[in-house]
């Protein structure tokens, strides 16, 4: 009888991705939070990058974006006064926001139990989310 290898590190994280882009979706219902648009090529935007790792599964962080205003209007625009600084502004406040950055910026190590934890966390989430 095989023993199942326990994933690694990479595929924990890979997994942990996905559940909690299909997350962001449901909690959007799939609409831009740009243009309110509902459109099949589309994904999560982080406001700080996904190298970020105190914020790269943060609701906070997170929005739901069709492509074209990820890549085109959305990147582009994080500078104070821009379009995503302003509307992250509104959307957390101030403090929020101030603190958002603090955890970006501060290192964050996760180990494998925090991965599988989360994931599981996500899992529970979805499924309570499913059933309304």
């Known amino acids: 009888?095989?023993?199942?290898?326990?994933?690694?590190?990479?595929?924990?994280?890979?997994?942990?991705?996905?559940?909690?882009?299909?997350?962001?979706?449901?909690?959007?219902?799939?609409?831009?939070?740009?243009?309110?648009?509902?459109k099949k090529n589309a994904g999560v935007s982080h406001y700080f990058g996904r190298k970020y790792r105190g914020t790269r599964w943060s609701e906070e962080n997170c929005d739901w974006a069709c492509w074209g205003d990820h890549f085109y209007h959305l990147e582009k625009y994080k500078q104070k006064g821009e379009f995503y600084y302003n509307y992250m502004l509104k959307k957390l406040g101030q403090a929020e926001f101030d603190m958002l950055e603090i955890k970006a910026h501060t290192v964050t190590k996760l180990s494998r139990i925090d991965l599988i934890i989360l994931i599981e966390d996500l899992r529970q989430t979805l499924a309570i989310m499913s059933k309304i």
Do not use: H, N, R
């Open 1 to 38: 009888m095989k023993i199942p290898k326990e994933k690694t590190y990479s595929q924990l994280t890979k997994e942990l991705d996905k559940m909690f882009s299909l997350y962001i979706k449901k909690k959007s219902k799939g609409v831009c939070f740009k243009c309110g648009l509902v």
